[in-house]
């Protein structure tokens, strides 16, 4: 079975500001792929960014970064000049590449952005 | 449609009533799956359909929910003698991608079930 943990259920940044939320995961296998979903008050996920394992490279999407690291089980994102629209639950998951594999997501953690 | 559609996007049901949430997944993707979001939780896994074919129903919490998607478009997720603990956002995605591993998963804005 695998676990992801977001220990922080809130985070708050001033606009213009960068900001990282945490999480944490632990699968026994050794291939797999990590993911940040945004959820808006809406309710329609998107996703963020996703990093492959496999890859010792941090993925980066604009403002959008990850800091992995693999031996520490730990996939935190960074969101470098923080805008309103930010403002949204974020869920971290991962899944292995594996028979009957789920995506599985943390608890997620509620951003606000302070104008 | 240009997204995942899911109906109806708010639904009362009393206890015991029977339900049906339908999910409309984007034209031509393959792989469907269900989640369910208690409020200020992470979606859980219910199942995955690959195509028509159900692949993974191991997350149905009971013998009360059932899936199907008897063409390989659209998807319905029954609930029978709802619960009070079947209320939740009930989630719909879909992915182009064959493999159910590396496809991006496409979101609806859910479903969201009040038990009374």
Same mark, same amino acid.
Request: one cysteine or more.
């Given at each position: 079975?695998?676990?992801?943990?977001?220990?922080?259920?809130?985070?708050?940044?001033?606009?213009?500001?960068?900001?990282?939320?945490?999480?944490?995961?632990?699968?026994?296998?050794?291939?797999?792929?990590?993911?940040?979903?945004?959820?808006?008050?809406?309710?329609?996920?998107?996703?963020?960014?996703?990093?492959?394992?496999?890859?010792?490279?941090?993925?980066?999407?604009?403002?959008?970064?990850?800091?992995?690291?693999?031996?520490?089980?730990?996939?935190?994102?960074?969101?470098?000049?923080?805008?309103?629209?930010?403002?949204?639950?974020?869920?971290?998951?991962?899944?292995?590449?594996?028979?009957?594999?789920?995506?599985?997501?943390?608890?997620?953690?509620?951003?606000?952005?302070?104008? | 449609?240009?997204?995942?559609?899911?109906?109806?996007?708010?639904?009362?049901?009393?206890?015991?009533?029977?339900?049906?949430?339908?999910?409309?997944?984007?034209?031509?993707?393959?792989?469907?799956?269900?989640?369910?979001?208690?409020?200020?939780?992470?979606?859980?896994?219910?199942?995955?359909?690959?195509?028509?074919?159900? &692949?993974?129903? +191991?997350? /149905?919490?009971?013998? =009360? @929910?059932?899936? *199907?998607?008897?063409? !390989?478009?659209? %998807?319905? #997720?029954?609930?029978?003698?709802?619960?009070?603990?079947?209320?939740?956002?009930? &989630?719909?995605? +879909?992915? /182009?991608?064959?493999? =159910? @591993?590396?496809? *991006?998963?496409?979101? !609806?804005?859910? %479903?969201? #079930?009040?038990?009374?």
């Amino acid at each position: 079975a695998q676990t992801v943990t977001q220990s922080q259920p809130e985070m708050s940044v001033q606009e213009a500001e960068t900001v990282t939320l945490s999480c944490t995961y632990d699968t026994s296998e050794s291939d797999y792929y990590l993911f940040w979903y945004k959820q808006p008050p809406s309710r329609q996920m998107i996703l963020v960014i996703r990093q492959e394992a496999y890859k010792q490279q941090n993925a980066t999407e604009n403002r959008f970064s990850v800091n992995f690291q693999k031996a520490a089980k730990s996939f935190s994102l960074k969101i470098s000049d923080s805008q309103l629209g930010d403002a949204a639950m974020y869920f971290c998951a991962c899944f292995y590449t594996g028979a009957n594999s789920k995506l599985t997501f943390g608890k997620g953690i509620t951003l606000s952005v302070r104008p | 449609g240009a997204g995942v559609s899911q109906s109806p996007r708010y639904k009362v049901a009393k206890r015991g009533q029977d339900v049906a949430l339908r999910c409309d997944p984007i034209s031509g993707h393959v792989s469907l799956f269900w989640y369910q979001q208690a409020l200020g939780q992470g979606p859980e896994f219910l199942t995955y359909f690959q195509n028509e074919a159900q &692949l993974d129903k +191991s997350g /149905l919490p009971s013998d =009360r @929910f059932f899936a *199907e998607r008897p063409e !390989g478009s659209v %998807s319905t #997720l029954k609930i029978q003698r709802t619960q009070q603990e079947d209320s939740a956002v009930y &989630l719909c995605a +879909s992915s /182009l991608a064959l493999s =159910r @591993f590396t496809g *991006e998963l496409f979101f !609806g804005e859910g %479903s969201r #079930l009040t038990v009374l």
